[in-house]
C-alpha cells in the first residue's frame, strides 16, 4: 500500500521536473527526431498508461531501464547497494559504539568539565549540517594532516556480487570519513537517549539496591543500568539504520562515495525517471522492512511486549 | 568462527601492499561521470571525452587547436552538395582482433539511426545511403545538402559490426569495444574507469601504459583530490578556489578558453518592446560584460561579441562589442519611447554553466540600473530548457557550442525563424526572426567552396550581431590543475575532452 501511494507520487511529481525527451534525443534533434524519440521510450501514452505499465512491469521485478545508460534499473542501483550499506553500517556502528559509551560517561558525572563538553560537542553534532561537517572534515584530515584520503572508497575487493571495502587497509581508510559525517547526528541522538535513559533509571530502587548489595560499579552500570536503557536506544538506532541507507545522499556526494545516493543525485540531474522511481520504491521498502525487522526484535528484547 | 574471519582479515591487509601497487601511472579526476560505454548513447562533450580514449571516428581533432585531422580515413572529400567520400586507412584491428572495414563503418551510421542505441539520430537521419564499393572506401549521400558532415566526424565513433551484432544490449553498454588507443580494463560506476594502453594502436602505442580515471561531481572534494595529489590533472577546477590552488607548489594551473560562448538571447517579436532595435541595444549596451568577467567569474572568462568561438567555420575577427555605456542606453530607451522603462524577465538555468544564476543577476542589476523593471526566473536546467521549447521566454541566459566546428548549423537552429517540422529555429527560444538571414542561412549550406563557405557564413554572424540578434557575453574559461610531482605535459583541447593518448611525458 505505502510502496503505491509512493510510486503514484513519484508519477506525478515527474510531470513537473521537465521532459527527458529533450535531452534524449539530443541538442542537434528535430522536432520529429524528439519525437521518435518520445515514442520509443513511451512517453508519448497519457500519464495512466505509463504508470499502469510500470506497476505492472514492477510487479514482475522490471523496474525499467535507464533512460541513460539504457541498462536495466534495478540492476543500476543494485549494483552501488554494497558501497551504501557498508558506509552506513560502519556509521550506525560509529554511532552506536560511541554514543553509547559517551552517554554512559555523560551520566555517571553529568557535572564535569568532559561530561560539559561532550554534552556541547552533541548539540553540534545534531545542528551543524552534514554537508558542512564533511567538508570541515576532508579540510583537516585530507588537506591539512594528510591523514586520511579525501574521497572515493579507495581499492575494494569484489566478492561475487559483492564489492567490499572492508578487506583492504585502503578500503578501511577511505571508508572513515564519510562514516563519521554520516554517523555525526546519529552519535549525538544516541548519546542524548542514553544519557537521559541513564539518569532515569540509576535513580531507580533496583540500582540502590545493586549499589547496596556491593557491586562493582561495572556491574552496576553495565549490568543492571545499561541493558534496560539500550532497549529504546537499540530501537532507534535499527529504525534510523533505514535512514541512513536511504538518504546518505548528501554525505556520498561530499565523499564521491559510489553509492546508491550519489546515483540518485546524478539520476535527478540527468531526468533519469526509471532510476529516481526505482530508487524511491527501494527506499521506501528497505525503510519499510528495517520498522517490522525492529519491531519484531523489540518483542524479542523485552518479553513484555507481544504483538497478537 | 571468530578467528576464521580474523584470519581472513588480516591475510587480505597483507596483501594490501601488493595492491596499492597496482595504481594507474595516471590518475585523472573529471567533474563528470561517464554515462554508458556505448559511444553514441549520449551526446554530451562529457561522456565523448571518455569514449574518444576506446573508440576512434573517421576523423580526429588533435589539442590544442582541434583542427580536422585523419583517424580512421585517411582521406576524405565532398564529391558535390550531397555526397561524400572516406578512404579507410588499412590495418587497424578493434581490441577483439576484428579488423576495421567498410563494412563496420557502414554499420556504425545504420545503428546510430535506431534511437533504442543512438542519441547521435540528427547526423545519422541526414544520411540518405552509404556505399561500400570496396573494403575501404564508404561513399555517404545525404538526403539533403549538409555542409558539416565531415565536421562532425572526429565525434561519431566507429564500432565493430561482428562483436555489437553479437552482443546483448546490457554488454555493450558496459563494455567498449573499439579501434582507440586504450582498451578497457573496468569500470566501476561511480569511482573510477581503468583503462590500458593498446600496444597495436595505428598511431602507435601511448605513452601511459594505464591510466584511470575518476568521476568527482562536488566542486569542493575536486578541490581536495588534487590538494591531496590523489589525482594527476584535474579538469574542472572550481572557479572559486582557484586563488587557493594556485598557491599551492606541487600544482599548476592551465586554463584555456572554452568553446562554449554564454549569450544573452532575445527576440524581436512585433507587439514587444524587442521589435524596436534601439531596445536591443540598449540592453546590451546597460550590461557591463567586463565587470562580470572580473567580479562573478573572477576573470575566469573571455569577453565576446560574437557566439562561435575562434575555431568555428564562420567566425569574424573584426566584430567588437558594443560599449557599455548606462547613459547612452537610457536615451535609447527614451528614444524608443520607453523613458520610464518596461518589465522584462531574465530567465536561465542555474544548474548548466558556470555561475550562470550569479550572472543572470548581475544582468538584472545593470538593466534595473537603466530604469526597466526585472523580474529574475532562473531554475533548474531540466524545467529551464523544457520551457524554452516551448518558446515561454523572451529574454533569457544561455550557453552554445556546437559540436560540428561549423556556424551553419548553430545558425539553423539558434538563428532561423522558429519552423518546427523543418527542424530550424528549434533553439531560437525567444523567436528572433529575420526572412533577410533566412535566406543567407538556406543559401550556405549549398556552398561547397570551403573559403565561399567562411565568408558567407562570417556574413550571417556579422548581420545576426548588428541587427543584435542575441547578446553575446563571454566564453566560458576550461580550468585545468596538473601536479608538478609527475612528469606530465597536458595541453588542454578547446572540446574539454581528455583523450589520454595526447598527455605526454
Known amino acids: ?308 | 568462527m571468530k578467528h576464521k574471519l580474523m584470519t581472513f582479515i588480516l591475510a587480505a591487509m597483507l596483501v594490501m601492499p601488493g595492491m596499492a601497487l597496482a595504481k594507474s601511472e595516471l590518475v585523472i579526476a573529471v567533474d563528470s561521470p561517464p554515462k554508458s560505454m556505448n559511444p553514441h548513447s549520449y551526446n554530451s562533450d562529457a561522456n565523448l571525452s571518455y569514449m574518444a580514449n576506446f573508440f576512434d571516428g573517421l576523423l580526429q581533432r588533435p589539442a590544442p587547436e582541434g583542427k580536422l585531422a585523419p583517424a580512421l580515413a585517411t582521406d576524405w572529400a565532398r564529391k558535390d552538395a550531397l555526397t561524400w567520400e572516406f578512404k579507410l586507412r588499412k590495418g587497424v584491428k578493434f581490441h577483439n582482433g576484428n579488423p576495421f572495414t567498410a563494412e563496420d563503418v557502414k554499420f556504425t551510421f545504420e545503428r546510430m539511426k535506431d534511437p533504442e542505441f543512438s542519441k547521435f539520430l540528427n547526423i545519422a537521419n541526414s544520411i540518405a545511403s552509404i556505399e561500400t564499393p570496396d573494403d575501404f572506401t564508404v561513399i555517404f549521400t545525404t538526403e539533403k545538402p549538409v555542409p558539416w558532415f565531415a565536421e562532425t566526424m572526429h565525434q561519431n565513433f566507429i564500432v565493430d559490426k561482428e562483436s555489437s551484432l553479437e552482443r546483448d544490449s546490457g554488454d555493450y553498454n558496459t563494455k567498449p569495444i573499439g579501434t582507440g588507443a586504450y582498451t578497457f580494463v573496468e569500470w566501476v560506476k561511480g569511482s573510477y574507469i581503468r583503462m590500458e594502453a593498446n600496444p597495436d594502436y595505428w598511431e602507435g602505442a601511448p605513452v601511459f601504459k594505464t591510466v584511470e580515471i575518476k568521476p568527482i561531481t562536488e566542486a569542493a572534494t575536486r578541490f581536495a583530490a588534487i590538494a591531496t595529489r590523489q589525482a594527476h590533472i584535474l579538469s574542472g577546477v572550481p572557479i572559486p578556489m582557484i586563488a587557493q590552488i594556485k598557491k599551492n607548489p606541487a600544482v599548476e594551473v592551465v586554463s584555456r578558453p572554452a568553446r562554449r560562448a554564454i549569450y544573452m538571447d532575445i527576440g524581436n517579436k512585433p507587439g514587444t518592446p524587442f521589435a524596436d532595435i534601439r531596445v536591443r541595444k540598449a540592453i546590451a549596451m546597460a550590461i557591463n560584460e567586463d565587470e562580470i568577467v572580473s567580479t562573478v567569474m573572477r576573470g575566469q572568462a573571455t569577453a565576446t561579441a560574437q557566439v562561435p568561438d575562434t575555431a568555428t567555420i564562420g567566425y569574424d575577427p573584426d566584430l567588437k562589442r558594443l560599449p557599455y555605456d548606462p547613459e547612452q542606453s537610457k536615451a535609447l530607451l527614451k528614444e524608443a519611447g520607453y523613458e520610464n522603462g518596461f518589465e522584462i524577465t531574465i530567465a536561465g538555468p542555474n544548474d548548466r554553466y558556470v555561475n550562470d544564476k550569479q550572472i543572470c543577476e548581475a544582468v538584472a542589476r545593470y538593466l534595473a540600473r537603466v530604469g526597466l523593471t526585472v523580474n529574475l526566473d532562473v531554475k533548474p536546467k531540466s524545467i529551464f530548457f523544457d520551457e524554452l521549447s516551448s518558446n515561454k521566454h523572451d529574454f533569457y541566459l544561455i550557453g552554445w557550442m556546437d559540436g560540428s566546428y561549423d556556424f551553419g548549423r548553430s545558425a539553423q537552429l539558434l538563428l532561423h525563424t522558429v519552423d518546427p517540422d523543418k527542424g530550424l529555429g528549434v533553439y531560437n527560444g525567444a523567436m528572433y526572426s529575420d526572412p533577410a538571414l533566412d535566406e543567407m542561412i538556406i543559401a550556405s549550406s549549398a556552398i561547397l567552396d570551403r573559403d565561399e563557405r567562411r565568408a558567407a557564413l562570417q556574413a550571417i554572424n556579422k548581420k545576426s550581431v548588428e541587427d543584435i540578434a542575441w547578446i553575446p557575453l563571454h566564453y566560458q574559461q576550461d580550468v585545468y590543475a596538473v601536479s608538478t610531482a609527475v612528469d606530465v605535459t597536458f595541453i588542454p583541447r578547446p572540446d574539454r575532452w581528455i583523450v589520454a593518448k595526447e598527455i605526454k611525458k
Request: glycine share 8%; with cysteine.
Open chain 1, 1 to 308: 500500500m505505502v510502496l503505491l501511494a509512493v510510486s503514484f507520487i513519484c508519477f506525478l511529481i515527474f510531470r513537473f521536473t521537465g521532459d527527458p525527451v529533450l535531452m534524449l534525443a539530443g541538442k542537434y534533434a528535430t522536432q520529429q527526431e524528439r519525437e521518435q524519440v518520445r515514442i520509443a521510450y513511451g512517453l508519448d501514452r497519457p500519464f495512466y498508461v505509463q504508470y499502469a505499465n510500470f506497476l505492472g512491469n514492477a510487479l514482475k521485478g522490471n523496474f525499467g531501464k535507464s533512460y541513460i545508460s539504457q541498462v536495466d534499473a534495478l540492476d543500476t542501483i543494485l549494483e552501488r547497494f554494497p558501497a551504501t550499506f557498508e558506509l552506513a553500517l560502519t556509521a550506525i556502528f560509529i554511532s552506536l559504539a560511541a554514543g553509547v559509551l559517551l552517554g554512559v560517561v555523560v551520566s555517571i558525572k553529568p557535572g564535569s568539565l568532559v561530561s560539559r563538553a561532550i554534552m556541547a560537542g552533541s548539540l553540534g553534532g545534531i545542528s551543524i549540517p552534514t554537508f558542512l561537517m564533511g567538508i570541515l572534515w576532508v579540510m583537516l584530515f585530507a588537506v591539512y594532516l594528510e591523514w586520511l584520503p579525501p574521497f572515493g572508497r579507495g581499492e575494494t575487493v569484489q566478492i561475487g556480487p559483492w564489492r567490499t571495502g572492508f578487506l583492504t587497509l585502503d578500503g578501511i581508510k577511505h571508508i572513515i570519513m564519510p562514516a563519521l559525517t554520516l554517523s555525526g547526528y546519529q552519535l549525538a541522538v544516541i548519546l542524548r537517549l542514553t544519557r537521559a535513559g541513564m539518569r532515569e533509571v540509576l535513580s531507580e530502587e533496583y540500582i540502590k539496591t545493586a549499589w547496596s548489595k556491593g557491586l562493582s560499579p561495572f556491574t552496576v552500570i553495565v549490568k543492571h543500568a545499561l541493558r534496560n536503557v539500550l532497549i529504546p536506544v537499540v530501537t532507534i538506532a535499527g529504525l534510523s539504520f533505514g535512514e541512513l541507507i536511504a538518504f546518505s545522499i548528501v554525505t556520498e556526494s561530499i565523499f564521491q562515495w559510489p553509492g546508491m545516493g550519489n546515483l540518485l543525485l546524478v539520476s535527478i540531474f540527468e531526468t533519469d525517471h526509471p532510476v529516481i522511481v526505482t530508487y524511491i520504491m527501494m527506499a521506501a521498502f528497505i525503510i519499510l522492512a528495517i520498522n517490522i525487522l525492529v519491531d519484531l526484535l523489540y518483542a524479542w528484547l523485552n518479553p513484555k511486549i507481544q504483538y497478537n
